[in-house]
Nanobody, 124 residues
Framework: QLRLVESGGGLVQAGGSLRLSCAAS????????MAWFRQAPGRERDFVGA????????YYADSVKGRFTISRDDPKNTLYLQMTNLKPDDTAVYYC?????????????????WGQGTQVTVSS
């Protein structure tokens, strides 16, 4: 049974930093794309970034490029999202997701299993 547990969210001032973690359990981690999505109030779930199964390639939404860094530690089955220079527009619930299929990747929210989310609030 797959389980994804996010941690590290909280309240931070604009310009500050946070590091989110996601602990995955239940299945082999290394052959699967891992990603972060976020959902602000009244909005759809938006792609933030993803790191592919080989860990050599990471992709980001334009809105976070240069400020966020996604990484994975396969032996620990853990995914990270380092967020810097945070802006009020980054306020959202952040979700860790794991692809349902090996060697699958998409910026769509379809085809992933989801964690419960962690709240990030950036004050101005």
């Amino acid at each position: 049974q797959l389980r994804l547990v996010e941690s590290g969210g909280g309240l931070v001032q604009a310009g500050g930093s946070l590091r989110l973690s996601c602990a995955a359990s239940g299945r082999t981690f290394s052959s699967y794309t891992m990603a972060w999505f976020r959902q602000a109030p009244g909005r759809e779930r938006d792609f933030v970034g993803a790191v592919l199964w080989n860990s050599d390639h990471a992709y980001y939404a334009d809105s976070v490029k240069g400020r966020f860094t996604i990484s994975r530690d396969d032996p620990k089955n853990t995914l990270y999202l380092q967020m810097t220079n945070l802006k009020p527009d980054d306020t959202a619930v952040y979700y860790c997701v794991k692809a349902d299929f090996a060697y699958y990747a998409t910026v769509s929210p379809l085809g992933y299993s989801w964690g419960q989310g962690t709240q990030v609030t950036v004050s101005s």
